[in-house]
């Protein structure tokens, strides 16, 4: 019976990752931040492995903790509070995990799943997007919406036993170390949607390169590149799902882990805020009577307000995926809301915190980066808003 | 979420609601919002209490429906859908009742409470606030403070009190058949000097004075409230003797998410009002829906008011459990009150001129929302009180 109440193990979990994350994840974070995202770093991931976090869905029978949505999300919120990139790496694994987990025959399953789940850290990605996508050069009324923009393609040889990819994919965090890769294509000879399918790279296989180390502003503790295809052979078995099913099976992925998107959203906000709280309890010109006292008080009630209600849309979707009732509506708004909250608040606090949070290094500004990138990946806003519109 | 803790029943009777709302209330909304001073129209108020629902949360023991607090925020948010001033009616009822329930003793509760239940319920009015007409310059922010009421012990023998003083905006007033007042039995002790009594309004001595015009929320009609050297007898007090402000307090907090609730019912109107708009409308040749600044303004508001029905589903829910619910409830009504102010404006936007005209339901809307945000402390009031937990 899937319920929104964590049950006492669940909470102790939280309360060990949250020691982890503020007690050694943060101090690392915060020194990867400044390298910047020139390396792949293993440290996290090893922490994360030790306590089996790398992707905490999986199921028991794959040696995974098999959490449920609701207190990954509690898990995910947790750890980034500590560092947003360490949290989009797990992430980033659920992904590519997810379409694996639904559609994915028994052998992919043993074959990849237990790689997340053992001592030895291991990473995994979804690429999706396109380095050069398909775009269509008809007037945008003649545009069909029955065509992919996915320009990777894929083709079976003659018996149907290798699959051939071909193509380059952009933005895959944890990319460059992936061991597998969990990619979508679409069939060589067809642009139509329902030509498209997932497929199971392992890391190592001849063919995969990086192309490029991406530098950004935010999430920079999670390592993020560009990657080429060319001509990789698989065998047929690491296709997920049926032949042709991979539009729907994009959607539901996107549709579930979403939320977890907000989740981060929601532990970043959650960090800035504390921050800001300490910062105005301290700050002597806020004395008892002080009229910027009121202002600052209001506003961090403002946005203590804002949290809850953001964490509490987020807890929502995640219990909707866990009784499967129609998630896809509810699990948009809640990451939509969660993003939006988490830039408003960390935008708050820099300006509680005053000139230090400015500086270079201090935490404030961190949040304050991260929080903007958290509204670009798997989805801008604009992309969720037209999404949800279609919706209503 | 909180919603799926509900018994199905419970579940049933929010549907029920829900069509008995869209077919008897919606359609004469507007004609609830009045704007003359004149007699109240009572048809509305007993078709709820045809279904036992003027204060459905009163225990069943006591003639009442017994419903947990979800619920009954689901039941205002769906009477709210209709007409606002309609669901603030069972709101100022549900507030008044609140003290009784929570503090009032078992004879109390056998008295009083089967007399607000059932078919022809007598309804109930808190009066909390006060204008005292001050005509010195002197500024005297205290007279609108619960903390001293004005309604002073005058004198006190053999049990017997004599109060005398005046309420002002008293809500449900006119209407009325109990009164809950906070008496100050004892001014030098400001805030500790304050008990809650529930009097009847035939009590020989209460007058009920003028009506207040309101902007929103027009349909609960406020009113002045003279207490004339009224004798209140023991058994109309309740609680203990310096009690009253964390009584009061306490019945804030949970008062506040339904609140709340009407909020969300006005924020859900509107958007819904907007929706269908701005499918109908046209503009170019095209339904405005089609317009992405329209559909994505009306996503945003979606986005909202879920989550602002979050926060109150769950402060309701903590109110059940009987855990902290203080900061929950500020918070639920801080977020459902502005949602809903944004949300209302909004919807104005995008219905568009019309929508401006005196008597269009989107313009009763927008009253509504902004005077929902004053009712039950304003939103400052709850930063603040939420500001002094954080610290």
Not at chain 1, 39 to 56: F, G, R
Not at chain 2, 108 to 114: R, Y
Not at chain 2, 313 to 326: G, R, V
Not at chain 2, 351 to 367: C, P, S
Request: proline residues 4%; charged residues 20%.
């Amino acid at each position: 019976m899937a319920t929104f109440i964590l049950s006492k193990e669940e909470i102790e979990l939280i309360n060990e990752v949250h020691e982890l994350a503020v007690k050694k994840i943060a101090p690392r974070a915060a020194d990867l931040d400044v390298i910047g995202d020139g390396i792949q770093d293993w440290s996290i991931p090893e922490l994360l492995a030790e306590k089996n976090l790398l992707a905490p869905i999986i199921p028991e029978e794959y040696g995974g903790r098999g959490l449920s949505m609701v207190a990954t999300a509690a898990v995910i919120e947790e750890l980034a509070a500590g560092c947003a990139g360490a949290a989009a790496m797990v992430v980033q694994n659920i992904y590519a995990v997810t379409p694996i987990l639904i559609a994915g025959n028994k052998k992919l399953k043993e074959k990849f799943l237990p790689l997340l789940s053992v001592r030895h850290p291991h990473l995994a990605a979804i690429a999706i997007n396109e380095t050069r996508p398909d775009y269509n050069l008809e007037r945008p009324e003649s545009q069909s919406e029955e065509i992919t923009r996915i320009s990777t393609t894929f083709c079976y040889n003659k018996d149907g036993e290798k699959v051939l990819i071909e193509g380059s994919k952009d933005y895959i965090i944890n990319g460059a170390e992936a061991s597998f890769v969990t990619l979508l294509a679409r069939d060589k000879e067809s642009r139509h949607k329902s030509s498209l399918q997932f497929f199971v790279i392992p890391g190592d296989n001849s063919g995969v390169e990086v192309r490029e180390v991406l530098r950004k502003i935010g999430l920079r503790s999670c390592h993020t590149v560009k990657m080429g295809f060319n001509n990789v052979e698989i065998p047929s078995d690491y296709a997920v799902g049926r032949r042709g099913g991979g539009y729907l099976l994009l959607l539901q992925t996107f549709d579930i882990n979403r939320t977890l998107l907000g989740a981060i959203a929601v532990g970043v906000a959650k960090a800035a805020f504390n921050l800001a709280l300490k910062a105005a309890r301290n700050n002597s010109l806020l004395g008892m009577n002080s009229p910027s006292k009121y202002y600052i008080s209001s506003s961090l009630a403002d946005m203590s307000t804002q949290i809850d209600a953001a964490r509490l849309s987020v807890l929502r979707a995640a219990y909707c995926i866990d009784v499967d009732e129609n998630y896809a509506r509810v699990s948009g708004m809640a990451r939509l809301y969660a993003t939006q909250v988490a830039q408003q608040v960390t935008s708050n606090a820099v300006d509680i915190i005053g000139r230090l949070g400015f500086l270079i290094g201090h935490p404030a500004e961190k949040y304050l980066r991260d929080a903007q990138m958290l509204s670009m990946i798997a989805g801008s806003d604009y992309l969720h808003k037209k999404v949800l519109a279609a919706q209503l | 979420m909180f919603r799926s803790t509900i018994p199905k029943e419970d579940r049933e009777l929010v549907m029920m609601v829900r069509e008995l709302v869209e077919t008897h209330i919606t359609p004469k909304a507007v004609s609830y919002d009045k704007d003359e001073n004149g007699s109240f129209d009572w048809s509305p108020v007993n078709l709820l209490a045809r279904y036992n629902l003027m204060a459905p949360n009163i225990p069943e023991e006591y003639g009442g429906r017994g419903l947990c607090n979800i619920t009954t925020a689901m039941i205002l948010e769906e009477i709210a859908v209709g007409s606002a001033g309609l669901a603030a009616v069972l709101l100022t009822n549900l507030h008044a009742v609140s003290p009784l329930l929570t503090v009032g003793t078992e004879e109390q509760k056998k008295e009083i409470l089967p007399l607000m239940t059932g078919e022809s319920p007598k309804l109930a009015a808190a009066t909390i606030i006060e204008h005292k007409p001050n005509l010195e310059l002197i500024a005297q922010p205290e007279t609108m403070d619960i903390r001293h009421s004005s309604v002073n012990v005058e004198n006190i023998e053999e049990g017997h009190l004599v109060v005398k003083g005046l309420k002002d905006y008293v809500m449900n007033a006119g209407i009325a058949g109990f009164l809950a007042v906070a008496l100050s039995t004892n001014p030098e002790k400001d805030k500790a000097g304050l008990q809650i009594a529930v009097l009847p309004v035939e009590t020989e001595g209460i007058i009920i004075g003028k009506q207040r015009k309101t902007l929103g929320l027009r349909f609960c009609q406020a009113n002045e409230v003279i207490f004339d050297n009224v004798e209140v007898s023991e058994k109309y007090l309740i609680g203990k003797p310096g009690s009253g402000f964390l009584v009061f307090m306490q019945n804030l907090d949970r008062m506040v998410p339904l609140a709340a609730a009407l909020s969300l019912g006005v924020a859900r109107a509107a958007y819904e009002a907007a929706l269908n708009a701005s499918k109908n409308r046209m503009f170019m040749g095209k339904p405005i829906f089609e317009e992405s600044t329209v559909s994505f303004t009306l996503a945003e508001m979606a986005t909202k008011i879920n989550a602002a029905r979050q926060s109150v589903h769950f402060a309701c829910w903590l109110i059940d459990k009987d855990l902290d619910y203080s900061q929950a409830s500020s918070k639920a009504k801080i977020i459902a009150s502005s949602v809903a102010q944004e949300v209302t404006a909004k919807a104005m936007e995008i219905i568009g001129g019309q929508a401006y005209l005196y008597g269009h339901h989107a313009e009763i809307y927008l009253r509504d929302a902004k005077m929902l945000s004053i009712i039950d402390g304003s939103e400052q009031f709850h930063r603040n009180l939420l500001a002094s937990q954080l610290y």
